[in-house]
């Protein structure tokens, strides 16, 4: 049984044994929740993802995949970057938003990872809006098999944090 909690916070302070990073396809960091990762967690990060681009994701990563590194400085074994969906008007891409969730705690499970945190995935550069992805996010974390204990969802602004108290209630 997976517990889902909520924080509202900074994803960088907490103590989990893997932070889920909203990265995108380069790896190679980026702004928000991405940038706030590689800034604490420092240079291992990148040097790490660097080393996964030389390797055999050359061509970066696809989308709703998700691949795992050190976590550097921060306090956690490791960082699981995965790569959400822009939000579009016109097709629907939910499913790789989903997949974003599925193949995390995947990772997760690969790695022993017992506590996982989460932020709200797509919400912010790529526009997904928070209700919409609260219920993407909940519902698939509860719908997936895994030996992960707690999903820990840590929501930076407080509407997201609101959409997401609507669904775990
Ligand atoms: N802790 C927790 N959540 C945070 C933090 C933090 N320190 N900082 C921001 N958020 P975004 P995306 C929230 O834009 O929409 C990057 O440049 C933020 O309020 O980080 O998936 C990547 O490199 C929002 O609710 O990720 C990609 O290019 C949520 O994290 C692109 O942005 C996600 O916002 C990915 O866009």
Redesign the pocket.
Known sequence: MTDITLVQ?????ESVDAIV????S?LL?????????HR?GGPAILAECRRLRAGHLGKGLSTGRAVATTAGDLDARWVIHT??P?HSTTEDRSGLLASCHRESLRVADELGARTVAF??????????P?DD?ARIAVETVRATRTSVTEVRF????AR?YEAFAARVG
Do not use: E, H, K, M
């Open positions: 916070g900074d994803i960088t302070r990073n909203a990265a995108n380069s960091g980026g702004g928000g929740v991405d940038g706030a990762i604490r790569v959400g822009v932020p709200a995935i797509s919400t912010g550069v790529y526009r997904w928070p992805a840590v929501l930076f602004d997201v």
